[in-house]
């Protein structure tokens, strides 16, 4: 399994970047999820999808301004961001897990899920 993240770079406060995490290796119904990691800071959940029935979950950091969606045929899973902030700046992860599915309660946990992209940078700068 494999996940490879792009679309990161540098923008100025108030833009916006979509995210891309092409999966390789899972076919089947797998939730999916990003994370971001800001320097000296732990890894934080930001969104996710539900392997069990495509409910869509959001941190408070990142309700109303960002997006999480998935295209199947593609095997690829998106972040559309808006109205991105300097405290935005970080290393952002996809993640993908794979079946049996974490509880609803752990749905927002990293440790539930399995497999992770290398990472693409956020510097959200004027």
């Known amino acids: 399994v494999q996940l490879q993240a792009c679309g990161g770079g540098l923008v100025q406060p108030g833009g916006s970047l979509r995210l891309s995490c092409a999966v390789s290796g899972l076919t089947d119904d797998y939730a999916i999820a990003w994370f971001r990691q800001a320097p000296g800071k732990g890894r934080e959940a930001l969104s996710c999808?539900?392997?069990?029935?495509?409910?869509?979950y959001y941190a408070d950091s990142a309700k109303g301004r960002f997006a999480i969606s998935r295209d199947h045929a593609k095997n690829t899973m998106y972040l559309q961001m808006n109205t991105l902030r300097p405290e935005d700046t970080a290393v952002y992860y996809c993640?993908?897990?794979?079946?049996?599915?974490?509880?609803?309660?752990?749905?927002?946990?990293?440790?539930?899920?399995?497999?992770w992209g290398q990472g693409t940078q956020v510097t959200v700068s004027s």
């Open positions: 999808i539900s392997g069990t029935d495509d409910g869509i």
């Open positions: 993640a993908a897990d794979a079946p049996p599915f974490a509880i609803a309660s752990m749905i927002m946990s990293e440790s539930s899920y399995d497999y």
